[in-house]
Structure formats: structure tokens, C-alpha cells
């Protein structure tokens, strides 16, 4: 039978999500546990293989076992055998057609950028810092350029196994609660670092170094090369994975401290 799971975690313990001979990753963790539970050795395939560092807060995976456990089981009690900073919300039993990656119609990634003078402590680990004031006006009309379906070149890292650099990114977002900028983007996937290169060159933009008009001409160029540096993993989450309804996968609960929730001004 083919288990689907809701898995959240932070990526800051962790050198991302696949499975590696060193270990420390969240797919290690998460096949420890699951063996544990079915006591056989678990093989789990995810949406989206996150990066050293990068967090989720709703990827789904999906193995594959032949023993018979209730939901409880593959939620509480594999959440008794993980570390406090990787947990199952929800677990369903779905079709073998289903599979986490190849099902997947639609990923969002949000990414958190503090912008202020000085760093700060609490949340050195969960979103980026930039110094300088940015414009948001400015990243917004640079934003545009990038919707749409693409070429990506000038935004996947060297290290990039994608057959393909061309991605259809529906929706990407800038916005601004206090002191605090997230990037929202929506796309059928993303190349390796795609996201957090966007990012860095919408900085550059904001801060000034370029007008937003140099995104276009980043994209038609095609060189990583020319583009701004890599912004730093830790403003990086997963945030959502979509599926066809007819799957019915159960919902993420939302999290109560997230920043809507604390943060009410903005632009």
C-alpha cells in the first residue's frame, strides 16, 4: 500500500532533504522513524527536495510499505521518534498512481527577507537579512519579467541536474509587513537555487545597483554568470504543494506564529 505524508520541519539542523552517506538529512530522519514504526527498512519519496538550511512548512512525501497501521501510528508515533524540529501532520492512504513529486501540479516557495540596519539574534535562522533599504516599487516591476514560462539559465545554480532550464512561474509576489519583505513564488518547479536567485537579483534591484528593466535582460541572456549572488538558505520555505482535487489530500493547518499573523503592517 502507498502511505502519503504532510511532513513540516526547519532546515537548519539539516544538509536538506535527500538522503546522503553522511546522513543528517530529513529524509534520513524520516525513514529511521517510519522503519522504526513498520519494522521494515522505508524508502520515502518527497514534492520537493529542499536544500541545506531551507525550511517546510507543507512537503509532501509518500512510501511505500505492506504492513497495515492506523493513521495515528504514521502521525503520533513516528513524531515520537523524530527530533522536535522535523514533524508528520497528517498521513493518508492513497492510490499507487500517486507519487509526491511526479503528481505535484503547482510548488510555492516564500521567501523572508529582514531589511533593516542591523542583524538580528532570534531570527538569524529563519529568514534572510539585507542591510540596505529596498524598493518595493522597483522589485515589483522587476518581479514582472520573470512570469510566465521561461528559460531560467541565468537563475539555476552550476550544480543543476534538471534536464530542462524552462519552468512556468504563475505567480511571484513581493510584499511588505513592517521591516520585513516576502517573496512569494508559484511555478510547476523550480530549477536547483532558482528561487533564491531570483531573489538576490530583486534585491540588487531594490537597493538600486540596477533598474528593473536588467531582470529582462538577465532572463534573455541566459548566464548565471551576470546575475546577483545566491541569497542565503535560511528565508527559504516550502510552503505549499498543489494536487488534483480528486487525490483529497488533507490541508496543512495554518501556524499560528508565522508572520501574517504578527506582522499587520504593510505595503
Not at 210 to 233: D, N, Q, V
Request: aromatic share 10%; charged share 20%.
Amino acid at each position: 500500500m502507498r502511505i502519503a505524508l504532510g511532513v513540516e520541519y526547519s532546515g537548519t539542523a539539516y544538509f536538506g532533504w535527500q538522503s546522503q552517506a553522511g546522513g543528517r538529512t530529513v529524509q534520513d530522519a524520516l525513514e529511521k522513524a517510519l522503519g522504526e514504526i513498520a519494522g521494515d527498512p522505508v524508502r520515502i519519496a518527497c514534492a520537493g527536495r529542499t536544500d541545506t538550511g531551507v525550511h517546510a512548512r507543507a512537503q509532501v512525501a509518500h512510501f511505500d510499505t505492506a504492513v497495515e497501521r492506523p493513521d495515528s501510528a504514521w502521525v503520533k508515533g513516528v513524531n515520537s521518534l523524530l527530533p522536535a524540529d522535523i514533524a508528520v501532520q497528517w498521513s493518508m492512504r492513497v492510490p499507487d498512481e500517486f507519487h509526491a513529486r511526479f503528481s505535484a501540479e503547482l510548488r510555492r516557495y516564500d521567501y523572508y527577507l529582514l531589511n533593516r540596519p542591523v542583524r538580528s539574534a532570534l531570527e538569524a535562522h529563519t529568514m534572510g537579512w539585507f542591510h540596505s533599504p529596498l524598493a518595493i516599487d522597483s522589485m515589483r516591476e522587476g518581479a514582472r519579467y520573470l512570469v510566465g514560462e521561461h528559460d531560467f539559465s541565468a537563475f539555476r545554480s552550476s550544480e543543476c541536474q534538471a534536464k530542462s532550464p524552462v519552468r512556468n512561474i504563475s505567480r511571484l509576489d513581493v510584499q511588505r509587513y513592517n521591516d520585513v519583505f516576502q517573496f512569494t513564488l508559484e511555478a510547476n518547479a523550480f530549477l536547483h537555487h532558482m528561487v533564491r536567485n531570483i531573489v538576490g537579483c530583486l534585491v540588487y534591484v531594490g537597493k538600486g545597483k540596477h533598474p528593473p528593466e536588467w531582470i529582462a535582460k538577465l532572463l534573455a541572456g541566459r548566464t548565471r554568470a551576470l546575475a546577483a549572488p545566491t541569497f542565503p538558505a535560511q528565508g527559504l520555505y516550502l510552503s505549499q504543494v498543489r494536487y488534483a482535487a480528486h487525490w483529497a489530500l488533507p490541508l496543512f493547518a495554518p501556524s499560528p506564529l508565522f508572520l501574517e499573523s504578527r506582522c499587520i503592517v504593510r505595503a
